[in-house]
């Protein structure tokens, strides 16, 4: 299995949190409640697929 490159995170993270954002669920909250879910879901994802990124990268076989 390959490491996921940046622009691959990037991009996953991004498509996450511009769904979270216009899911049902947030679509009728005030604008900074809207930022602050993106910017948190944004870097929730980032943060879980490093950690996949970097536990791949540890029990690759050398």
């Known amino acids: ?3 996921m ?4 995170v990037a991009g996953i993270s991004l498509g996450v949190a511009i769904a ?3 899911s049902g669920k947030h679509r009728a909250k005030p ?4 930022t602050l879910t993106f910017l ?3 870097l929730a994802t980032v943060f879980g ?3 996949l990124n970097f536990g791949v990268f540890y029990f690759q076989p050398s």
């Open 40 to 42: 948190g879901s944004f």
């Open 1 to 3: 299995m390959q490491l």
């Open 20 to 22: 979270t954002v216009f």
């Open 49 to 51: 697929l490093f950690v």
């Open 31 to 34: 604008v900074g409640e809207k």
């Open 5 to 8: 490159s940046m622009p691959a």
